[in-house]
């Protein structure tokens, strides 16, 4: 398992083909995002169910691949089109993937973003709000 197949894998999942994740995510599995720490494979592909489910559109475009070793790191936009977000629009988020891997798949997997891009923002009266703040304190 190299971090290529990982972005191959990425760039083609959608909510139709969650049962590919065994492909590549070991038995013992960690996940962690910006909201959740996920310990187990099972427990991840309930979570990805979950996530998928009462998505639109949810695509990865993987732009840079690095890898060391046993660690690789994936740089990524995500388009997600959820009905509950940005009006039903497409939101792109940036992020980066830090993935290990161990007995030739992925045994940890580690996503940062900015959440608030991706769901606070997104809100119709908190989204403002957090905007503003945002410009502030670039000033």
Known sequence: MDIQTVARFYAELNKDNLNRLAEIYHQDVVFEDAAHRIEGYSALLTYFQKLYKNVDRCQFVISEEYQCDGTGFLIWNMHLQHPSLAGGNTVTVNGISQVKFADGKVIYHR???DLGEMLYEQL???GSIIKKIKQRLGQ
């Open 124 to 126: 119709p009266l908190l």
């Open 111 to 113: 996503d940062y973003f």
